[in-house]
């Protein structure tokens, strides 16, 4: 049995913890554009650029939505406590989302081939994608039958 409230408070410290990073990471990134980092600004570093960009926005969001998805769980509970199956699925699948999808923007713009192709850690996006779409989806269909 997974207790709605506890999944809640597992939620809101994930949001808050990650909101911290990826809000960090812009603040980096926002120094690199300040103090005209070479390896970040080049012309040639336009990839890199996006996909950090893209890391960041993205990690920023699902922290977010992790949020919403604790404020939510309070509406989604049975009198007995226990969360109900959409949001017992939802949870991991929103937490894969917040891992694969942000990390596969960073790593893909660590290394980049040629000046245009990502690194390899880009295949995590596609992954990431369906987590969050699954989860979301759960989360979705367990908030509809909920009357």
């Known amino acids: 049995m997974i207790d709605s409230r506890a999944l809640a408070r597992r939620h809101l410290r994930l949001g808050w913890w990650l ?4 809000l960090t990471l812009g603040i980096g990134l926002e120094t690199m554009h ?3 980092i070479g390896w970040y600004l080049a012309v040639g570093n336009e990839t890199r650029r996006l996909l950090f960009t893209l890391a960041h926005a993205h990690g920023t969001l699902l922290a977010l939505v992790h949020l919403a998805f604790a404020f939510t ?3 989604l ?3 007995g406590g226990e969360a109900p199956r959409g949001a017992r699925v939802a949870a991991p699948c929103l937490t894969a989302a917040s891992i694969l999808l942000p990390a596969g923007f960073l790593l893909g713009g660590v290394v980049v081939y040629g000046g245009s192709d990502p690194g390899p850690g880009i295949f995590l996006v596609p992954l990431g994608a369906a987590a969050l779409l699954l989860g979301v989806l759960a989360a979705a269909v367990a908030l509809t039958r909920r009357r």
């Not at 909101?19 to 990826?22: A, G, H, K, N, R």
């Open 19 to 22: 909101l911290l990073l990826w």
């Open 34 to 36: 300040g103090l005209k």
């Open 73 to 75: 769980l309070p509406h």
């Open 77 to 79: 509970e049975p009198a």
